[in-house]
């Protein structure tokens, strides 16, 4: 695993947390797209009244799907040969989305920018120093995927979902309905959703 350290100003103002030594570029900019504030993963008792600034964010917050749509779409559809075939986390090389309370941890493998086969998987180029891991709030999550390198898609155009293993049992049905509203974003992005848990957390894969 690579060493922690504390994320930059910037993306933790927006909510984005880096967990790993240094970001890519792509993910860099992130914190250029991303719209702020945004709201947490959190429920509300009643709809706020509309108004002409929640409806120009609301039109932003469109327009910023549909932008990542377009870019997500540039990822072939999904392989079930290949993606069905995996069954535990540390094999998983799409992004993967572990589902919390307040925010999603996201968790990519970097493409090997080396074309050789040489020293692959060894201390030379160990496939740990490619992870990263971003905590995302639910409203950033297109973007965020949209800024993945077409690289860490290696079975094409799928997800793997997990809802957190670490929650209270109070917290429980807010994580689920986060997970639910995550995969309504990924389904409305043409995101295949290869879900990992099910409703009472057991394991699914």
């Not at 964010?57 to 799907?65: H, L």
């Not at 392989?79 to 309370?101: C, I």
């Amino acid at each position: 695993m690579s060493v922690l350290m504390q994320p930059s100003g910037q993306l933790d103002m927006l909510g984005i947390v880096s967990k790993t030594r240094r970001l890519p570029p792509a993910l860099l900019l992130l914190a250029a797209l991303l719209p702020a504030p945004l709201a947490p993963l959190t429920g509300c008792s009643k709809p706020a009244q509309q108004n002409p600034e929640s409806h120009q964010q609301a039109q932003a917050a469109a327009q910023a799907k549909a932008t990542a749509r377009e870019q997500i779409d540039e990822i072939p559809p999904p392989a079930k040969s290949r993606y069905l075939a995996v069954h535990s986390q540390e094999s998983w090389q799409n992004p993967f989305l572990v589902v919390g309370r307040d925010s999603i941890r996201m968790r990519i493998i970097l493409p090997d920018t080396n074309p050789g086969a040489y020293g692959t998987g060894t201390m030379l180029r160990p496939e740990d120093a490619r992870k990263q891991e971003l905590d995302v709030r639910l409203a950033d999550l297109p973007n965020a995927l949209s800024a993945v390198p077409a690289g860490s898609w290696p079975y094409g155009r799928v997800v793997a979902v997990e809802e957190t293993p670490v929650t209270t049992k109070a917290d429980r049905p807010q994580v689920r309905r986060n997970v639910e509203a995550t995969i309504q974003i990924l389904n409305d992005l043409g995101v295949v959703v290869d879900e990992w848990t099910g409703p009472n957390g057991s394991l699914l894969r």
